[in-house]
């Protein structure tokens, strides 16, 4: 009976933890638990996403990335990354779906800074279809969002993802792409290229009125990678700033997690870079 009744409270304990939003930690690549485990306030399904890798001067992104965040390198190198994906599953903790907003194609482009020691990244740019949450994340999350125009169509085993920002009738910022994977799934090792690129569980934003940063916390399972092979046939994401000559550096691709997403915080003065 008492064997009964302990299994009983683990199995309890186990829903406690999926219901409370945190997923079962990972045993083969663990990750760090945001500290405040109760405190998210949105849920997320990030699927088919495409990772890939730009090598950009770092005189180019110090114009473009607030002064007091400091520009992340991997070996002396900075990076840019686009990532588009499908946005699946959207609700706020304890509200059941808001309609038309919970599955639309999403892309970004970011980049990967620090404030003090606490690594993440930062978006220069996010690209959505529905106008709703392009307006919400503005407001609440002070990210650049701009709605675009979307056509995604899933293939056999990838994604064929077109995207042309609204607003503009010629040189709008676009994106056109067919991606797959082509590698068994594994998880980027700590140190290597790949873990620095893509396990980022903290984004950054700046208030356009006060210029004070922002972080925002993260949480999901350890990507789990594949290689990923590229047919680019346009892309103009970053032109108002730079261009993104040629295929990427780096492609992976992942099939998908599930994100919660904590509030955003003010960065504490004694976080910041000293420079």
Same mark, same amino acid.
Not at 75 to 104: C, D, H, K, N, Y
Not at 192 to 217: M, P, V
């Given at each position: ?30 990750? %760090? ?13 990030? $699927?088919?996403?495409? !990772?890939? /890798?730009?090598?950009?001067? #770092?005189?180019?992104? @110090? ?11 991997? &070996? ?14 959207? @609700? ?7 309609? #038309? *907003?919970?599955?639309?194609? $999403?892309?970004?482009?970011? *980049?990967?800074? %620090? ?28 990210? +650049?969002?701009? @709605? ?15 995207? %042309?920002?609204? =607003?503009? *009738?010629? =040189?709008?910022?676009?994106? /056109?792409?067919?991606?797959? +994977?082509?590698?068994?799934? !594994?998880?980027?090792?700590? =140190?290597?290229? $790949?873990?620095?690129? *893509? ?15 922002? /972080?925002?916390?993260?949480?999901? &399972?350890?990507? @789990? ?19 993104? &000559? ?9 099939? =998908? ?8 915080? +003010? ?9």
């Amino acid at each position: 009976m008492s064997r009964k009744r302990n299994l009983k409270r683990s199995a309890q304990g186990k829903r406690r933890d999926m219901e409370g939003g945190l997923p079962i930690q990972s045993t083969i690549h663990p990750i %760090k638990r945001p500290s405040d485990q109760k405190g998210w306030i949105m849920r997320q399904t990030w $699927e088919h996403l495409l !990772f890939a /890798h730009w090598v950009v001067p #770092f005189d180019v992104l @110090r114009k473009l990335v607030p002064d007091s965040l400091q520009i992340d390198t991997f &070996e002396g190198q900075a990076w840019v990354s686009i990532i588009p994906f499908m946005m699946t599953g959207v @609700r706020m903790r304890g509200l059941p779906p808001i309609p #038309f *907003t919970t599955t639309f194609p $999403e892309i970004n482009v970011r *980049t990967y800074v %620090k404030a003090g020691q606490k690594s993440g990244i930062y978006f220069l740019s996010l690209d959505a279809s529905n106008p709703m949450i392009t307006a919400i994340a503005k407001q609440w999350y002070r990210l +650049p969002y701009a @709605r675009a125009a979307m056509q995604v169509v899933q293939e056999s085993e990838g994604l064929h993802f077109q995207s %042309k920002r609204w =607003g503009k *009738t010629d =040189g709008a910022e676009a994106f /056109h792409a067919s991606y797959r +994977p082509v590698s068994d799934c !594994f998880f980027a090792e700590s =140190g290597t290229l $790949e873990y620095w690129l *893509t396990e980022r569980y903290t984004l950054f934003c700046e208030c356009s009125r006060s210029k004070k940063i922002f /972080h925002a916390d993260v949480y999901h &399972e350890p990507w @789990r990678l594949q290689k990923a092979s590229l047919e680019l046939r346009e892309n103009t994401m970053t032109q108002a700033a730079f261009s993104l &000559e040629g295929t990427p550096q780096l492609a992976l691709y992942a099939r =998908g997690v599930q994100s919660l997403v904590w509030p955003i915080k +003010p960065v504490k003065s004694e976080g910041k870079p000293s420079w």
